[in-house]
């Protein structure tokens, strides 16, 4: 049984920056791809980011390039969103997802691909 836990989320203005974090549990995590995917209101779950096992490899969202960062601990079975630059269009429930034995190119960006997800973290940005 995989178990994620992100938190991190919160209010904050336009322009602010937020660091989220993913805590997996029961997964060998050393070899997992692991990802970031958001969702708005009355919107789809999209794809914010994404990082290989090592770490070597990551992908975003165009709308996010530039200004967020993954990056991620094997030693402690933890991924981390870096947001800066933030916006309200940014506004949304931040999901981490997990996918194992890794990705690679636009596998990363499949939301369908990644088999473990946590419950979400918040974040709203003010205007």
Known sequence: QVHL??????????GGSLRL??????RNFSTDAMGWFRQAP??????????????GNVY???SVKGRFTISRDNAKNTVHLQMNSLKSED?????CA????GCSGVGCYDLHKYDYWGQ??????SS
């Open 91 to 95: 506004t949304a429930l931040y999901y």
């Open 5 to 14: 836990v992100e938190s991190g989320g919160g209010l904050v203005q336009a």
């Open 42 to 55: 009355g919107k789809e779950r999209e794809f914010v980011a994404a990082s290989s096992w090592t770490g």
């Open 21 to 26: 974090s993913c805590v997996a549990f029961a």
């Open 120 to 125: 979400g973290t918040q974040v709203t940005v």
């Open 60 to 62: 975003y969202a165009d």
């Open 98 to 101: 997990e996918r194992p034995f």
